[in-house]
């Protein structure tokens, strides 16, 4: 069975740091693209960023320069490191995994980010 296991979710104060972590489990994790999501209360999922299985990484902008997406395949986990976190990046970050040959996503159980004073 496929897994997405996230961590590192928690409360920080605006301008300060966290790493989100997702360990997957079940598939052959060199093969797929991984991708953070986020979604507020009330607002649209909204993609954060990517990372090929060639290394290549995509943002969206308000969080470029920021957030920095990475992956280690020997460890089949996947990272987010965010800095200089904002209220507005408040929401709960979902773990993403895509390969063009399966026909669906996987996703993690999500893990919750506040950033407030």
């Known amino acids: 069975q496929v897994q997405l296991v996230e961590s590192g979710g928690g409360l920080v104060q605006p301008g300060g740091s966290l790493r989100l972590s997702c360990a997957a489990s079940?598939?052959?994790?060199?093969?797929?693209?991984m991708g953070w999501y986020r979604q507020a209360p009330g607002k649209q999922r909204e993609l954060v960023a990517t990372?090929?299985?060639?290394?290549?990484?995509n943002y969206v902008d308000s969080v470029k320069g920021r957030f920095i997406i990475s992956r280690d395949n020997a460890e089949n986990t996947a990272y987010l490191q965010m800095n200089r976190l904002k209220p507005e990046d408040t929401a709960v970050y979902y773990c993403?995994?895509?390969?063009?040959?399966?026909?669906?996503?996987?996703w993690g159980q999500g893990t919750q980010v506040t950033v407030s004073s």
């Open positions: 993403n995994a895509k390969w063009t040959k399966v026909p669906h996503d996987y």
């Open positions: 079940g598939i052959v994790f060199s093969f797929y693209t």
């Open positions: 990372i090929t299985t060639g290394g290549s990484a």
